[in-house]
DNA sequence: AGAATTATGTAGAGATCGCTATATAAATTC
DNA sequence: GAATTTATATAGCGATCTCTACATAATTCT
């Protein structure tokens, strides 16, 4: 018995289904950034109307709020620090290599949500969308320092320069293999970092 | 006898000049992208009304167009290609630690403008900043292929996502010494690529 | 001097932006 | 059934956007 089915509210209830709305607004997000995405596009793609628009979700801001957060959530690329006793340097190679492939899979939504906000002209949205990137770049930190407490922040800023790299290349169109060829590139140099006396 | 004196045109003479301009409106785009700068900012900040500058620049994305141009024309940064008979490695080394103090020398321009605006909400501006950061980066794969033409795509579309990278870092705010510990490493990659069977 | 040409300032058109006032419809509670 | 609560649709507000129509000022050519 999840709470899936939700408890009957008071008044009259509302004719369009939240999360569905997320998902169009995050595709709309995703695929012409924070700024380039009017309230009216986002309403008509759920396909309300302003003023539901403004009672379900605030205001566009916060609407993008909880989709950062969304899309953070359900992002599975830092799921392999968790893999236990894997070697760092090899978890950071797939790391990059599975962004590379997931920055690329959908060309209709490539690059990564987060980071290229995080270049909105719009402040707030920048400064939201970076936050949520220092928090992934905190994570990446942590689990090189477990292992090489002296390189985490360096190779931590390395990852996330990468990926940067790789979301914006994405949005360039680039396929999916060369994206891989850089990231596979790019994982020598963590290889050399992590593991500097030749095994 | 250079011909920096305009030779006198028929008409009423401009009461500004336009490659003063041209600067306040380069530095503007740079702190706050094309989309962020309005015609009435730029023309304010020229110290001229609309009409006049329009009568100079045609339109904002012809003056953005023109101001890429400057931009990329102006940047030292590959320059260090150039000189003759230097190791590819120790060059592209160069070039990102360059980069790095290039994008946070000053923070009231941080990062790149081209970079930084390929990614604008505006296609038209983000597709004029791609061709011009495409052609960079054809410029550091042909240099890399005279040496190492197996490796000279890969490398060079590297060396252009790490530069991603740290314009994103810069314009977060990063210190310079960040960003050049990020190119530091990223030439590790480099130097694994390039020089495959240890010196 | 007068005609032609170019630049300038005022003022605003037309579109879009985020957001909301107002009235009405659909549900629950009493 | 009446009161309360919440969502909906229509319509539009004030601000901002790129860009321009218009009349006027300043220069050169004849």
Redesign the interface.
């Known amino acids: 018995m999840t709470d899936t089915e939700k408890i009957r509210k008071r008044g009259r209830p509302r004719a369009f289904d939240r999360d569905q709305a997320l998902n169009q607004a995050q595709a709309l997000f995703h695929v012409?950034?924070y700024?380039?995405v009017g309230v009216a596009a986002l309403a008509s793609a759920m396909g309300i109307n302003p003023p539901s628009f403004y009672a379900a979700f605030g205001s566009k801001a916060q609407l993008f709020d909880e989709i950062l957060a969304r899309y953070a959530q359900a992002s599975p690329l830092l799921d392999v620090l968790d893999l236990p006793g894997i070697d760092p340097a090899a978890a950071l190679a797939r790391l990059l290599r599975n962004a590379a492939s997931a920055y690329s899979a959908d060309p209709a939504q490539a690059g990564c949500l987060v980071?290229?906000n995080?270049?909105s002209?719009d402040a707030d949205a920048a400064c939201r969308a970076?936050d949520c990137r220092d928090a992934s770049v905190a994570t990446i930190r942590d689990f090189v320092a477990r292992s090489h407490p002296e390189q985490a922040?360096?190779?931590a800023?390395?990852v996330?320069?990468?990926?940067?790299?790789?979301s914006?290349?994405a949005?360039?169109g680039?396929a999916t293999d060369?994206l891989i060829?850089?990231a596979d590139?790019?994982?020598?140099?963590i290889r050399?970092?992590l593991e500097p006396e030749g095994r």
């Open positions: 012409h950034g700024e380039g980071l290229e995080g270049r002209t970076r922040q360096v190779v800023d390395y996330a320069a990468v990926m940067s790299g790789l914006s290349d949005r360039a680039h060369r060829a850089i590139m790019a994982a020598l140099a050399a970092m």
